[in-house]
């Protein structure tokens, strides 16, 4: 995503808060395609073709803003998602 | 909007989750006309048309659907506000 | 809510892209309300006491940020639904 | 996490459209920790203790929902990510 964003000449567009209203649109592509399915058939329905690869792409478009928003703020996405793991863990004791 | 619910056999589609993702979806819209302005000059190239239209329109989408979630749960949208104005008014002296 | 801004000193925080996170962030805050509700009871839960207070607190937010945005654009957000309302029952004839 | 949520028996209240919901909600929750920073120091304040740890619990959330969401609806994350990638590298040659 860095080479990628640094290759278009991007890098000037990618402050913290573009990339948050990037990805508060793609959460709403996402939001899009569930929106009006029944509740209880959800997962099917959009377990199946040709939503699958729809609901994929948006997921996808979801995933690489956060990624790139890491990289911009300095996070390590992974490392953070194990340790919040690890909190909802001691949390929320099964 | 309750009326051209009804009118359209919609109400079946409106609980409030999907209602809500309806709205997330919108917001999400109104989102991406904005993230890639430059912050400065944001609020002078969405004043200008056609930006302005088409803000509207998305400003209006998020509207209706917050009105019509309204109407589903029993909430009055306008008294909510008022008070809410009054609380945040407390909280916050000038 | 202009003159409730203009009186803490706060028009400087109130750019477009910012006001459009704080929309986010209230409709996030209002999505939690009803994110682990079943589908089938969400309409009964959220029209119940105490859940309908807090969610007329968070649609009233979601409410005043999207006006003060109209505001800061220069948007007529409710001329902007009227005509949004006329499209929608063109486009979907009853 | 789908062991997490196994063992605390939330199965039954992770259909997606709850979980694009909860997604929305830690979304909004970010949101709010950039909202009123000024866009240009945005990346800076962010990359700064104590702000940094709770950007990352945020996005850690974000990312959790939308891997929990991926496995619900039997979407293969990061092929989807590598897949998309390669679209945009078609769609916007450097």
Same mark, same amino acid.
């Given at each position: ?5 640094? %290759? ?8 913290? *808060?573009?990339?948050?209203? &990037?990805?508060?649109?793609? /959460?709403?592509?996402? &939001? %899009? ?15 199946? %073709?040709?939503?699958?690869?729809? /609901?994929?792409? %948006? ?7 956060? /990624?790139?928003?890491?990289? /911009?703020?300095?996070?390590?996405? &992974?490392?953070?998602?194990?340790? *919040? ?10």
């Amino acid at each position: 995503m860095r080479a990628f964003t640094a %290759e278009r000449d991007w890098e000037r567009f990618h402050d913290p *808060k573009s990339l948050l209203l &990037a990805l508060t649109g793609e /959460v709403g592509e996402l &939001a %899009e395609l569930f929106q009006w399915l029944p509740a209880d058939d959800a997962r099917e329905l959009a377990g199946d %073709e040709p939503l699958r690869t729809r /609901v994929g792409e %948006e997921m996808a478009d979801v995933l690489l803003y956060l /990624v790139r928003l890491a990289d /911009v703020v300095g996070v390590d996405l &992974a490392e953070a998602a194990r340790r *919040k793991m690890e909190l909802n863990a001691e949390k929320h004791r099964a």
